[in-house]
């Protein structure tokens, strides 16, 4: 239950009263700021509080939007202001110094106005978007204590009404514009409009959201959660897998029909949390993780398929390969998101001219499509599953995905180097998160060349010479030799070399997707060159678990909570120490060993890691993260 604080005298005609009970608000009535302040005394510390104005009026979906969106301490529009319990300590304070009277002024001086007075003395008297017609009102007790948590720091989120109204009527008169400008809008279209987000992919935007807002619509009518429309999401695709796993065309046909019904739900499901604000922890948790968990059991299905349907084994190694290059290419965005997320002095001339292509129509579905996002990435697998086969789908996904790869991480190299930014200590840290390091690596940064004046680019040139070192051991000699071995050894040396200092450098980023990319191919290349059967599903299982702990350190970071604890990344030995351990397993194991060594990882690695990560968050409160931005490619 949350509760709303009804402040001013009581208005002829309809009232805000029934809106806010509508919204699902306890409702109580307060005439000045000493009872305000006295009601929220009364009201138990753990509710959300809202203060509206009697005089409101505007939308109901203006008042949804600055009430009861659950990611924001404290939110306002014209005539409403809310405070979660994080931030009622700020408003008890500022409603407490509301409700001291103003000493009187001299009589020969004007009379004093507190700082906020001034703020909406100056608001706009009219216009569209955020406040609407007439909110230049007497002053009104929400408006002046949101200006009051502003001057001291409280942000105070506003959100984008566009036609929206939220006003504060001073008369009848103006009471009457406001009603008529309520009612000129349209406001479920503008609510569903506003349920899909800003910027999507061209199948997204163009075969998908037409429809799918009106089903999350339909859901939300009907008591419906984003988390169950997730968990429907997921449930379909993994039905999909299994038909792909059939190895039947009638059972392609289904898999790929299904895994587009999986990516109509997996819309419908953010669609849903932004019709109804039903954003949450878990929530942004699920939606995350349950997108890669769809797409690599698909590929296991068709892996399966192909088996089943007369191919080889072989196919597993596509299978593999794809997932690692989708994998690499994620963490690609998340590193150099991560290392430019505060970054100042952003002048490169790469990013001008991108923004530039971005105000000419056709080049910005162009480049959008060119990055393969999930809508694309999905429709292109679901027909190629449904018209082809296993062999000829994981051939075009890995050319599309690499060739996405290539344009994106080349753009952002030139980024990058053309760009005169300095990164922050909160960057540096993430991308070592990010980095995964265990103790091997954090021994050998630890070492004298800590404090040692290194190269600009000294950080990626040594994750780029360790897995190059690595990469090439993997091949050399007859399988089984104790090559790999060595060369995982450099690798660990060279990887602590890299993180001994913090990643501040123009191409630091770099250096997580490069780990990333030696890990994953080592485990891929020996599961390979073993030729033992069952050694590639095995290793697509390790590869698996390893991923998902990577994206659940991305989606912790992105959380403002840090990577998962210290005792985790060191249990699981960090990046270095599995790559040792994958080669050592290999040298020493051939056969059905070797198989079942890596399938007793897998297990462990995954038990460990999925086990820490639901603990974290079911329990944690971690904030929700939702991308707005647009599809993840």
Same mark, same amino acid.
């Given at each position: 239950?949350?509760?709303?604080?009804?402040?001013?005298?009581?208005?002829?005609?309809p009232?805000?009263?029934?809106?806010?009970?509508?919204?699902?608000?306890?409702?109580?009535?307060? =005439?000045?700021?000493?009872e305000?302040?006295?009601?929220?005394?009364?009201?138990?510390?753990?509710?959300r509080?809202?203060?509206?104005?009697?005089?409101?009026?505007?939308?109901?979906h203006a008042?949804?939007?600055?009430l009861?969106?659950?990611?924001?301490?404290?939110?306002?529009?014209?005539?409403a202001?809310?405070?979660?319990?994080e931030?009622?300590a700020?408003?008890?304070?500022?409603?407490?110094a509301?409700?001291?009277?103003?000493?009187?002024a001299?009589?020969d001086?004007?009379?004093?106005?507190?700082?906020a007075?001034?703020?909406q003395?100056?608001?706009?008297?009219?216009?569209?978007?955020a406040?609407?017609?007439?909110?230049?009102?007497?002053a009104?007790?929400p408006?002046?204590?949101?200006?009051?948590?502003? *001057?001291?720091?409280?942000?105070?989120?506003?959100?984008?009404?566009?036609?929206?109204v939220? @006003?504060?009527?001073?008369d009848? %008169?103006?009471?009457?514009?406001?009603?008529?400008?309520?009612?000129?809008?349209?406001?479920?279209?503008?609510?569903?409009?506003?349920a899909?987000? $800003?910027?999507?992919g061209?199948?997204? %935007?163009?075969?998908?959201?037409?429809?799918?807002?009106?089903?999350?619509?339909?859901?939300?009518?009907?008591?419906?959660?984003?988390?169950?429309?997730?968990?429907?999401s997921?449930?379909?695709?993994?039905?999909?897998?299994?038909?792909?796993a059939?190895?039947?065309?009638?059972?392609?046909? +289904?898999?790929?029909?299904?895994?587009i019904?999986?990516?109509?739900l997996?819309?419908?499901?953010?669609?849903?949390?932004?019709?109804?604000?039903?954003?949450?922890? !878990?929530?942004?948790?699920?939606?995350?993780?349950?997108?890669?968990?769809?797409?690599?059991?698909?590929?296991?299905g068709?892996?399966? &398929?192909?088996a089943?349907g007369?191919?080889?084994?072989?196919?597993? %190694?596509?299978?593999?390969?794809?997932?690692?290059?989708?994998?690499?290419?994620?963490?690609?965005? /998340?590193?150099?998101?991560?290392a430019?997320?505060d970054?100042?002095?952003?002048?490169?001339?790469?990013?001008?001219?991108?923004?530039?292509?971005?105000?000419?129509?056709?080049?910005?579905?162009?480049?959008?499509m060119?990055?393969l996002?999930?809508?694309?990435?999905?429709?292109?697998i679901?027909v190629?599953?449904?018209?082809?086969?296993?062999?000829?789908?994981?051939? *075009?996904?890995?050319?599309?995905?690499a060739?996405a790869?290539?344009?994106?991480?080349?753009?952002?190299?030139?980024?990058?180097l053309?760009?005169?930014?300095?990164?922050?200590?909160?960057a540096?840290?993430?991308?070592?998160?990010?980095?995964?390091?265990?103790?091997?690596?954090e021994?050998?940064?630890?070492?004298?060349?800590r404090?040692?004046?290194?190269?600009? /680019?000294?950080a990626?040139?040594?994750a $780029?010479?360790?897995?190059?070192?690595l990469?090439?051991?993997?091949?050399?000699?007859?399988?089984?030799?104790?090559?790999?071995?060595?060369?995982?050894?450099?690798?660990? !040396?060279?990887?602590?070399?890299?993180?001994?200092?913090?990643?501040?450098?123009?191409?630091?980023?770099?250096?997580?997707?490069?780990f990333r990319?030696?890990?994953y191919?080592?485990?891929?290349?020996?599961? =390979?060159?073993s030729?033992?059967?069952?050694?590639?599903?095995? +290793?697509?299982?390790?590869?698996?678990?390893?991923a998902?702990?990577?994206?659940?350190?991305?989606?912790?970071?992105?959380g403002?909570?840090?990577?998962?604890? $210290?005792?985790?990344?060191?249990?699981?030995? &960090?990046?270095?120490?599995?790559?040792?351990?994958v080669?050592?397993?290999? @040298?020493?194991?051939?056969?059905?060993? /070797?198989?079942?060594?890596?399938?007793?990882?897998?297990?462990?690695l995954?038990?460990?890691?999925?086990?820490?990560?639901?603990?974290?968050?079911v329990?944690?409160?971690?904030?929700?993260?939702?991308?707005e931005?647009?599809?993840?490619?």
């Amino acid at each position: 239950m949350s509760t709303a604080i009804v402040t001013g005298p009581p208005v002829v005609g309809p009232s805000v009263v029934d809106d806010l009970r509508t919204l699902g608000f306890d409702v109580r009535q307060a =005439a000045d700021a000493a009872e305000v302040a006295r009601e929220l005394a009364a009201t138990p510390a753990h509710q959300r509080v809202a203060l509206v104005d009697a005089r409101f009026a505007g939308h109901l979906h203006a008042l949804r939007l600055a009430l009861t969106d659950p990611r924001f301490p404290a939110a306002a529009v014209t005539g409403a202001l809310t405070a979660q319990p994080e931030a009622r300590a700020a408003l008890v304070r500022a409603a407490h110094a509301r409700a001291i009277p103003t000493p009187t002024a001299p009589t020969d001086a004007p009379p004093a106005r507190h700082p906020a007075d001034a703020v909406q003395a100056q608001a706009p008297a009219d216009g569209p978007g955020a406040s609407g017609p007439d909110t230049a009102t007497a002053a009104n007790l929400p408006d002046l204590i949101a200006a009051d948590l502003a *001057a001291a720091d409280v942000p105070v989120h506003r959100p984008e009404l566009g036609v929206l109204v939220a @006003a504060v009527p001073a008369d009848e %008169t103006a009471r009457a514009r406001a009603r008529a400008a309520v009612a000129a809008v349209d406001e479920e279209k503008v609510r569903l409009r506003g349920a899909v987000k $800003a910027r999507d992919g061209f199948v997204t %935007t163009f075969l998908v959201s037409p429809y799918s807002r009106y089903i999350a619509r339909w859901c939300a009518r009907r008591g419906l959660t984003p988390n169950q429309v997730t968990t429907a999401s997921l449930l379909t695709a993994l039905i999909a897998a299994g038909c792909a796993a059939t190895g039947t065309r009638p059972g392609f046909v +289904a898999a790929g029909l299904l895994l587009i019904a999986s990516f109509v739900l997996d819309c419908t499901d953010g669609q849903l949390a932004r019709y109804s604000l039903q954003y949450s922890t !878990l929530g942004a948790w699920l939606d995350a993780t349950f997108d890669r968990a769809k797409e690599y059991a698909y590929y296991a299905g068709l892996a399966i &398929g192909a088996a089943r349907g007369g191919g080889s084994d072989d196919v597993w %190694t596509l299978a593999l390969a794809a997932m690692v290059l989708q994998t690499c290419r994620h963490v690609v965005d /998340f590193s150099f998101n991560e290392a430019n997320h505060d970054a100042t002095g952003n002048n490169s001339p790469t990013a001008a001219l991108s923004d530039r292509l971005n105000t000419v129509g056709w080049t910005v579905w162009a480049r959008r499509m060119v990055v393969l996002p999930i809508g694309e990435r999905w429709a292109m697998i679901a027909v190629l599953t449904a018209l082809t086969t296993p062999r000829i789908t994981f051939y *075009a996904l890995l050319v599309g995905c690499a060739l996405a790869a290539c344009y994106t991480t080349a753009g952002r190299v030139l980024r990058s180097l053309s760009r005169t930014a300095v990164r922050t200590d909160r960057a540096a840290a993430a991308l070592a998160q990010l980095a995964d390091s265990g103790p091997l690596a954090e021994a050998v940064s630890r070492g004298p060349w800590r404090r040692a004046a290194l190269l600009p /680019f000294a950080a990626p040139l040594l994750a $780029a010479v360790g897995t190059a070192v690595l990469v090439g051991s993997l091949w050399v000699g007859e399988p089984g030799t104790w090559w790999p071995v060595l060369g995982g050894a450099v690798y660990a !040396l060279c990887a602590g070399l890299a993180v001994a200092q913090p990643l501040k450098g123009a191409l630091d980023w770099l250096v997580p997707p490069l780990f990333r990319a030696a890990e994953y191919v080592t485990i891929l290349v020996l599961a =390979a060159r073993s030729e033992v059967n069952g050694a590639l599903p095995a +290793a697509f299982g390790l590869v698996s678990a390893v991923a998902y702990h990577h994206y659940d350190t991305v989606y912790r970071i992105r959380g403002g909570t840090g990577a998962p604890p $210290a005792w985790l990344v060191r249990m699981t030995g &960090g990046h270095e120490g599995r790559v040792l351990v994958v080669t050592v397993i290999a @040298a020493l194991l051939h056969g059905t060993g /070797f198989t079942t060594a890596l399938t007793a990882l897998a297990i462990a690695l995954a038990l460990a890691v999925l086990i820490e990560s639901i603990r974290f968050w079911v329990s944690s409160g971690a904030p929700a993260v939702h991308d707005e931005s647009g599809e993840p490619a």
